[in-house]
């Protein structure tokens, strides 16, 4: 296991569909985030995971918005009926929280969606 | 309010030469870590540095350096002898709490001169 990944790297949806994003963890890591990222900015907390429980959610993740992660192994994000304002890269970070004191967390490429 | 302040959109630098990037912070925790990722042009988020807030030592990885003044509530970092390979957007951030999600900066873009 090299890393985080997440698929598909870009996705382009028309205004109205859902989309559906997955992200996989380092094998070992129990924690699960998801950020948005818009051009020019900061990474943005939307959710996050220990194992299979989702513990908190942002303000920011609408009732559109749907995180699951089955098992406590990859996760999906869904958005349903998109919206413009979706368009952003959504990245994915996995760390441990237990025997690394600074729970650091390591990134996927991200998958950039285009709401057309 | 938790809050990360980078007040240098863009930044340039000659390569061999240094450079500082600044960033302060804002929060009520007493446990938390600092971090500087690089962020290059179509490429994932990279760590480049940690620091633990209980320390009073500055972190140091190579040729990357922070100066942590926490009762100041800054957080600086100092690339020595840059690199071509260091032009990239660095983003200031630190955990805190228990869900440890990371609070970002708007981040500097960082240009190297040949």
């Known amino acids: 296991d090299t890393g985080v990944s997440q698929n598909p790297r870009h996705k382009i949806t028309k205004r109205g569909q859902n989309v559906t994003f997955r992200c996989d963890p380092i094998?070992?890591?129990?924690?699960l985030y998801w950020y948005r990222q818009t051009l020019g900015q900061g990474p943005e907390f939307l959710t996050y995971?220990?194992?299979?429980?989702?513990?908190?959610k942002s303000r920011l993740l609408s009732d559109r918005f749907s995180a699951e992660r089955p098992k406590g192994s990859f996760s999906t994000l869904e958005i349903q009926r998109t919206e413009q304002g979706d368009s952003a890269m959504y990245l994915c970070?996995?760390?441990?929280?237990?025997?690394?004191?600074?729970?650091?967390?390591?990134f996927g490429p991200g998958t950039r969606l285009t709401v057309t | 309010a938790q809050t990360v302040t980078q007040s240098q959109p863009e930044m340039s630098v000659q390569e061999a030469e240094t450079v500082t990037l600044s960033c302060t912070y804002d929060?009520?925790?007493?446990?938390?870590?600092l971090f500087w990722y690089k962020q290059p042009p179509s490429r994932q988020m990279i760590l480049v540095i940690r620091?633990?807030?209980?320390k009073q030592q500055n972190a140091t990885e190579n040729r990357f350096s922070v100066n942590f003044q926490k009762a100041a509530k800054s957080f600086s970092l100092k690339i020595s002898d840059s690199q071509l390979g260091d032009a990239a957007m660095y983003f200031c951030?630190?955990?805190?709490?228990?869900?440890?999600?990371?609070?970002w900066g708007l981040g500097t873009s960082l240009a190297v001169n040949p």
């Open positions: 970070a996995s760390s441990l929280n237990v025997g690394q004191p600074s729970y650091e967390q390591y």
């Open positions: 094998s070992e890591h129990n924690r």
């Open positions: 995971f220990q194992n299979e429980a989702q513990l908190e």
């Open positions: 929060t009520s925790e007493s446990d938390y870590y």
């Open positions: 620091q633990e807030a209980y």
């Open positions: 951030a630190y955990n805190a709490g228990n869900n440890r999600k990371l609070i």
